[in-house]
């Protein structure tokens, strides 16, 4: 049983690695050392996570519970370790702070110690398991007993990375590029048939485990299956029609709704809805449910589309109405009345035990044509083939006159590739172009909104290192019920309070304008947005889909030629 000492070294080492093939190299050495129940654990935990990204389990620790929990650890108030918060602007280095205090609560420490001399790993995930598993009535005392526990069997060291993965941001750099190429070089499994079997299981856990156990024949066995979701296939923006035609030849041309996009796994009469975050959302959706248990004829399947709210005449209604219905979880019947909602397919994925993600769009297109009944409130989305620029003119402007937000353009020979954006799927919107950021810091505001949050830090995403990298702030674009929206929204989400400024959790994507990117040494990224502002709340992305670096950089090189 491996110690959860020599995981808290090991991310330490990490901490203090500046390249990446370094990286890679120490998170193999471990992974290749520890057992098989132990491996999908440390294959998360290195990434900072407790569960696969497909899983519906959530801890729910928030900064308050977590400042709870070290307080009745350590002795100190709740206050004392708000100013340790304050002062080391990290909650890894407030509980080495805090527990290197000689003012432990011994009373609370009886009562959750054991006979184990030293935390395990696989400790340290069951008591993750209890927590994430805690609901209702005291489930708040419970979870900060079990965070107590494991703050009162660790070490200062080992409480450094105990807190910062209580809160899933372990701030090492490491992400699933690095843990695929670990996995192929401890495994000895080349690292794109490991970076498929990631795409086939959303679970780099699942994936390391094949790859000890059997290695490349067990690797390409894995596959999808119905009720885990796999990231969806995203798309690039094209700066033209003409561009897109240039680049693909014959293009598959469909409206591009403004919905929300969903995932449908049908297994017979059992249906589950996945957002774009692959949060199951199917409680909310239950027209959804009976149009795919009705319209859909397949034994199984798993569908992609758009849902979109719609008016009494069928016309698309704003898509911050569409939010109201998938954040709805009491009293869903009303919203069901108030807000119907017509769902738009465009791809299938899985049909009847068959993997379709290698198959051409057209091949896809015919199977999912195939099995589905169109009705008012189901439908496949209308196709057309060309290499007509014009003609593709014609659909774009029907989809804006009919209140949707442009086309998509797609190469219609192309497979469907989980999680990646690429030229095989191009969308071409009227507005200026716009880029998806995930918040992680903001300021108090003055005055009469000295109690509302904004002045919002921005940042894009390194996929492979799993981190955010600040490239500017937004401060326009906000309404005052928007910032009191926001206010209740990120409040959980606060890290580190410093005077008026804010370390915030990165969870929220806002949709951002700008004029122009520039070249910038006052952020991390290496580039600035000049006047930006807020154009949308993206509560269906996860921060993952945020633009990447390689994005930022192409679209400043673009504005340069």
């Known amino acids: 049983m491996t110690d959860f000492k020599e995981f808290a070294d090991v991310c330490k080492k990490i901490e203090h690695t500046a390249g990446s093939l370094d990286m890679t190299d120490i998170v193999s050495e471990m992974l290749y050392s520890v057992s098989s129940e132990e491996l999908p654990v440390v294959a998360h935990f290195v990434m900072g996570d407790v569960f696969p990204a497909w899983s519906t389990e959530q801890l729910g620790v928030g900064p308050s519970l977590l400042y709870t929990a070290l307080s009745r650890s350590s002795g100190l108030s709740q206050k004392e370790i708000e100013n340790l918060v304050r002062n080391t602007g990290d909650i890894g280095e407030t509980a080495i702070a805090a527990l290197k205090k000689e003012t432990k609560n011994q009373a609370t420490f009886s009562a959750f110690m054991d006979d184990t001399p030293s935390l395990s790993i696989m400790e340290v995930f069951e008591r993750f398991n209890n927590i994430s598993r805690t609901n209702g009535k005291g489930s708040q005392t419970t979870k900060i007993k079990n965070l107590q526990y494991l703050f009162n069997s660790a070490t200062p060291e080992e409480a450094r990375y105990l807190a910062r993965l209580a809160i899933e941001d372990l701030r090492i750099g490491v992400g699933e590029g690095i843990v695929r190429d670990a996995i192929s070089k401890a495994f000895g499994v080349p690292a794109g048939d490991i970076e498929r079997g990631f795409m086939l299981t959303n679970d780099l856990g699942l994936v390391a485990i094949a790859a000890k156990e059997g290695g490349l024949e067990a690797v ?59 949060e199951n959302v199917t ?77 051409s769009l057209s091949d896809r297109r015919n199977a999912l044509v195939g099995c589905v009944e169109n009705t008012s ?10 290499d007509d620029a014009e003609k593709v003119n014609d659909i774009y402007s029907a989809a804006l006159a009919a ?65 955010f990298l600040p490239i500017g702030k937004v401060a326009t674009g906000f309404s005052d019920e928007q910032l009191a929206e926001l206010t209740e929204l990120l409040s959980d989400l606060i890290v580190v309070e410093s005077g008026r400024e804010i370390e915030l959790k990165p969870e929220v994507v806002f949709e951002v304008a700008f004029e122009e990117i520039q070249k910038s040494t006052n952020y991390e990224s290496g580039y600035a947005l000049r006047f930006p502002r807020l154009v949308n709340v993206r509560e269906d992305k996860s921060p993952e889909e945020a633009e990447t670096l390689e994005r930022i950089e192409s679209i400043y090189l673009a504005q340069r030629s």
């Open 403 to 467: 209140g949707h937000e442009g086309v998509m353009i797609k190469n219609p020979n192309a497979p469907y590739s989980p999680g990646k954006r690429g030229k095989n799927w191009l969308k071409k919107k009227p507005i200026m172009e716009t880029l998806d950021l995930v918040v992680i810091g903001a300021e108090w505001g003055y005055g009469r909104r000295a109690n509302l949050i904004g002045s919002y830090a921005l940042a894009c995403f390194d996929p492979d290192a799993g981190t």
């Open 220 to 278: 390409s066995k894995l596959g999808m299956e119905l009720n885990r979701p796999i990231k969806m296939m995203l798309a690039q923006v094209t700066p033209s029609i003409e561009t897109a035609i240039n680049d693909l030849g014959v293009v598959a041309v469909e409206w591009k709704f403004d919905g929300a996009r969903v995932q449908i796994h049908k297994d017979g009469d059992n249906i589950n809805i996945f957002s774009r975050r692959l």
């Open 377 to 386: 409130s189901i439908m496949v989305d209308e196709q057309v083939l060309t």
């Open 283 to 359: 409680g909310s959706l239950p027209d959804i449910v009976e149009a795919v248990k009705n319209n859909v004829k397949a034994d199984s399947a798993i569908l992609e589309g758009e849902a979109v709210a719609v008016d009494e005449d069928g016309n698309p209604r704003a898509f911050q109405d569409i939010l109201k219905r998938f954040r709805r979880k009491y009293d869903v019947d009303t919203t069901v009345r108030e807000i119907p909602l017509k769902l738009n397919l465009f791809d299938i994925l899985y049909l009847n035990g068959e993997v379709l993600i290698d198959m």
